[in-house]
């Protein structure tokens, strides 16, 4: 197994570029950090470095180069090992989701969690919806909240809620909140687009012509309501996006007559899980059956999943 100090004394080597450096940052002696890394050179077989009279600035050798990387991974699990001990055997949950699932939903679930005795310890990790399946598949985080539906070996994929879509417009005297509107009423110049997926731009395509596109298009729904600054300008979000903006009393929401398919947010984790990541998910599920039954207007919660 490798030794803590060789790969510390070889990392701070390669970073400061000199064995002089690397013995500053270290608080030690030269003639400490050479024999350090020498163990380091009997332990892996091979030479890291190329010693030449004269230049203080170190050459690595080819395996030198290729061995950085397995370093920085040991010293980073090094690292997880001693946060593990510490935490002892502390409830704990890595989950990834969407930054906008992360902003405008799943927020008062966070904030059940934390509440929660005994503490769970929570990481929470915006991500794009394959890098928290490929983040899932690796085991580097617990559970994640994604945009659509993958088939991945290992990873459990299932609906965890579905959000309706409604028109979102600047609110005046003469509109009614959350009356009804058809997709025929809604002029497509005047609309700030975003693609909700595949599915939401087919039904998109069947009431405005794609050729004559709006002229504002999004792919962040902050920038839908900071672009609205004319009543004649809509939008088609998730309800739930639209219940967090309408509460600065500028805009107001319209349900469709004819409905947009609803956006739906896909729970995944990984098929193997040890019994305390479980415990986790049970908690996490628990909570959000009475955040989302008693919160989300527009949100239907299917779930009722058991670890």
């Known amino acids: 197994m490798l030794n803590y100090l060789g790969i510390e004394a070889f990392l701070t080597i390669v ?32 030479k890291l470095l190329i010693r030449k009279k004269g230049v203080q600035e170190i050459i690595l050798t080819p395996f030198g180069e290729e061995f950085i990387n397995i370093c920085e991974r040991w010293m980073s699990l090094q690292q997880e090992m001693e946060i593990l001990k510490k935490r002892g055997t502390k409830l704990s949950i890595i989950i990834g989701g969407a930054d906008s699932f992360n902003s405008y939903i799943l927020s ?52 965890f809620y579905e959000d309706e879509m409604v028109v ?45 596109s709006s002229r504002i298009i999004v792919d962040t729904a902050a920038l839908v309501f900071s672009l609205m600054y004319d009543e004649n300008q809509w939008a088609i979000v998730p309800r739930s996006i639209a219940n967090h903006f309408i509460i600065y009393k500028k805009f107001i929401i319209q349900k469709l007559k004819y409905p947009a398919p609803p956006r739906i ?15 986790c998910l049970e908690i996490l599920e628990h909570y959000a059956k009475i955040v989302y039954s008693t919160d989300g207007e527009g949100l239907s919660f299917p779930v009722d999943s058991s670890y």
């Open 108 to 159: 008062p679930l966070y904030q059940k969690l934390c509440q929660h005795n005994p503490i769970i310890n929570i990481e929470i990790r915006s991500q794009h919806t394959d890098e928290s399946y490929e983040s899932v598949e690796r085991r580097d985080i617990d559970i994640a909240f994604v945009k659509k539906e993958r088939i991945i070996p290992n990873v459990l994929v299932e609906p």
């Open 168 to 212: 979102v417009r600047l609110a005046t005297d003469y509109r009614v909140h959350n009356e009804l509107i058809s997709p025929e009423e809604l002029n497509s110049n005047h609309e700030i687009f975003m693609n909700w997926g595949p599915s939401y731009q087919i039904w998109h395509e069947k009431w405005w012509d794609p050729i004559s």
């Open 265 to 279: 947010c896909y729970k995944i984790r990984n098929k193997h899980m040890n019994k305390m990541k479980q415990e």
């Open 15 to 46: 970073k400061t570029k000199t064995l002089t450096n690397a013995a500053e940052e270290l608080h030690l002696s030269q003639s400490t950090i050479s024999y350090r890394l020498k163990v380091l050179e009997q332990e892996v077989g091979k």
